[in-house]
């Protein structure tokens, strides 16, 4: 039963959209889509994230038992808007076993994927350049450390966030490029800029719908 079998209860203040995204790696993605989500919700969008790690499969199994869970409770209290408006996973392909697999369940059960080949950390070294040619976990790592010398886990978000936006626009021309040469999804590719530009857009939306609210 999905969400439009369940009675919303009518909200004081416009409901807000809920994303769920259950990440692959424990630190460096969890605590970026925290501090994105942060950025750019301003609190008009609950994005809940899930940082307890796996490999793709175990990672769409979980993502798809808590959506479920959703649903069962909101039924339970008659109030849809516990459900999840979106549920995400965030996962590298980096010779992962059932990849495959993974991605037809993901598919199967309506949730959204970010992957990322060869590694997330490609998304921050798209910050500061394109990169076309195939290239190793160990050499993203690398490249990124020339653009930010004391990497860690710990992407600097602030020095990230001021190059946004070319990120975005290299990712898109890179999986277009991708697709052109029917490789979509190939190392390098990387789809998490589909997941932080729907946060955008679901921030925008909600702030909108609550200044409609006040005008009324």
Same mark, same amino acid.
């Given at each position: 039963?999905?969400?439009?079998?369940?009675?919303?209860? +009518?909200?004081?203040? #416009? #409901?807000? #959209?809920?994303?769920?995204?259950?990440? /692959?790696?424990?630190?460096?993605?969890?605590? &970026?889509? @925290? %501090?994105?989500?942060? +950025?750019?919700?301003?609190?008009?969008?609950?994005?809940?994230? %899930?940082?307890?790690?796996?490999? #793709?499969?175990?990672?769409?199994?979980?993502?798809?038992?808590?959506? +479920?869970?959703?649903?069962?409770?909101?039924?339970?209290?008659? *109030?849809?808007?516990?459900? &999840? %408006?979106?549920?995400?996973?965030?996962?590298?392909?980096?010779?992962?076993?059932?990849?495959?697999?993974?991605?037809?369940?993901?598919?199967?059960?309506?949730?959204?994927?970010?992957?990322?080949?060869?590694?997330?950390?490609?998304?921050?070294?798209?910050?500061?350049? %394109?990169?076309?040619? @195939?290239?190793?976990?160990? @050499?993203?790592?690398?490249?990124? $450390?020339?653009?930010?010398? *004391?990497?860690?886990?710990?992407?600097?978000?602030?020095?990230?966030?001021?190059? &946004?936006?070319?990120?975005?626009?290299?990712? $898109?021309?890179?999986?277009?490029?991708?697709?052109?040469?029917?490789?979509?999804?190939?190392?390098?590719?990387?789809?998490?800029?589909?997941?932080? /530009?729907?946060?955008?857009?679901?921030?925008?939306?909600? *702030?909108?719908?609550?200044?409609?609210?006040?005008?009324?």
């Amino acid at each position: 039963m999905g969400r439009s079998s369940i009675k919303r209860r +009518r909200p004081s203040l #416009p #409901p807000r #959209p809920r994303i769920l995204i259950v990440c /692959e790696g424990t630190v460096t993605e969890p605590r &970026y889509l @925290h %501090d994105f989500a942060y +950025r750019e919700r301003t609190r008009l969008v609950d994005v809940q994230v %899930d940082d307890r790690g796996g490999v #793709p499969k175990t990672l769409v199994e979980r993502a798809v038992d808590l959506k +479920r869970s959703a649903e069962r409770e909101a039924r339970r209290q008659r *109030n849809g808007f516990l459900t &999840y %408006d979106e549920v995400w996973c965030v996962f590298d392909v980096d010779g992962h076993p059932n990849l495959p697999a993974a991605i037809e369940q993901a598919n199967a059960n309506g949730i959204k994927l970010a992957i990322s080949n060869p590694c997330f950390e490609l998304w921050a070294l798209l910050h500061f350049r %394109d990169q076309r040619g @195939h290239i190793e976990r160990q @050499h993203v790592r690398a490249a990124c $450390r020339n653009h930010i010398p *004391n990497l860690t886990k710990l992407l600097p978000f602030g020095l990230l966030f001021e190059k &946004y936006e070319e990120a975005v626009a290299r990712a $898109r021309a890179l999986a277009k490029w991708q697709f052109e040469q029917g490789n979509s999804g190939s190392n390098p590719s990387t789809s998490v800029f589909l997941l932080t /530009e729907r946060i955008r857009d679901l921030s925008a939306i909600a *702030n909108l719908e609550r200044l409609k609210k006040r005008e009324r």
